[in-house]
């Protein structure tokens, strides 16, 4: 079996075809579009999992690579040229060997098509046990290269508050979970009110995702928050964006 280094050199590749979906991201408060998480599908639409089953630890580089180089070809393509659009793609970090090793083919992509840098976010979602260590390289040298950086999931993970003191990314997305019906859930809405002010002090903003309901908006709103992602808004998009529902 190659390392990943190896395989970069000697062009190597995940063999079965996917796309990718475009989810928006939303400012509610001034009611436009922050950006869109880029979303593996298979070649025809097909759910994630349809793609994601096949990914072993002999691909699971090749896989990553390639699902970046997708997502920004993609978005390239369809973000209109004057709008500051980001582009959060999630990365896994046990796929990044070297961090400035493993970015060669992404930084080309992004250059070769002229999709700024600042505009691209890598986010990971802590729900398998890593090295700490590891992940706090891949992050802080993404952050030196000028890409953003964000936690996906977060209460939901196995790093949680311990990474988030090591390092603070520019966006922590609050777990699906910890939303879903906190309007009638006052525990909820402790932990969220609470987890929004340590964000605030920390610097970091949050996004909260998985928002389904009106009333799930208006408490997250009545909150502070202004990130939001999620059905309510706007369902992925296959090989396309959309404009989301900001009046639903």
């Known amino acids: 079996m190659s390392t ?3 395989g970069c050199q000697r062009g190597e590749t995940f063999d079965l075809p996917f796309s990718i979906a475009f989810q928006p991201i ?6 436009r579009t922050f950006g869109h998480e880029a ?11 349809s793609v994601l089953s096949k990914v072993t630890d002999e691909n699971r580089y090749y896989f990553d690579q390639q699902c970046r180089v997708k997502a920004i070809g993609l978005a390239a393509s369809l973000y209109p040229a004057d709008e500051n659009l980001k582009l959060s793609i ?3 970090p046990n796929a990044v060997y070297e961090p400035r090793a493993c970015i060669r083919q992404t930084l080309a992509t992004a250059d070769r098509l002229n999709f700024p840098l600042r505009n691209i976010i890598f986010e990971f979602t802590e729900n398998e046990k890593m090295d700490t260590d590891h992940v706090l390289r891949v992050l802080e040298t993404y952050r030196e290269i000028g890409f953003g950086t964000a936690i996906d999931d977060f209460g939901a ?7 988030l003191a090591k390092f603070q990314p520019d966006i922590v997305k609050l777990d699906m979970d910890l939303i879903r019906n906190i309007d009638t859930d006052t525990s909820k809405q402790i932990i969220v009110r609470h987890t929004l002010r340590m964000l605030e002090e920390l610097g970091v903003t949050p996004l909260c995702e998985g928002v389904e309901t009106a009333a ?14 999620g059905y309510l808004l706007a369902r992925p998009a296959f090989e396309t964006i959309v404009t989301p529902q900001f009046d639903a």
């Open 4 to 6: 990943g280094c190896e």
């Open 26 to 31: 939303v400012d509610v408060r001034t009611r």
């Open 39 to 49: 979303l593996v599908r298979g070649p025809k639409g097909e759910g994630a999992w």
């Open 90 to 92: 999630n990365f896994m």
């Open 157 to 163: 993970g196995h790093a949680g508050l311990g990474l």
């Open 216 to 229: 799930e908006l208006a408490i997250l709103q009545e909150l502070g928050v202004g990130l939001m992602q």
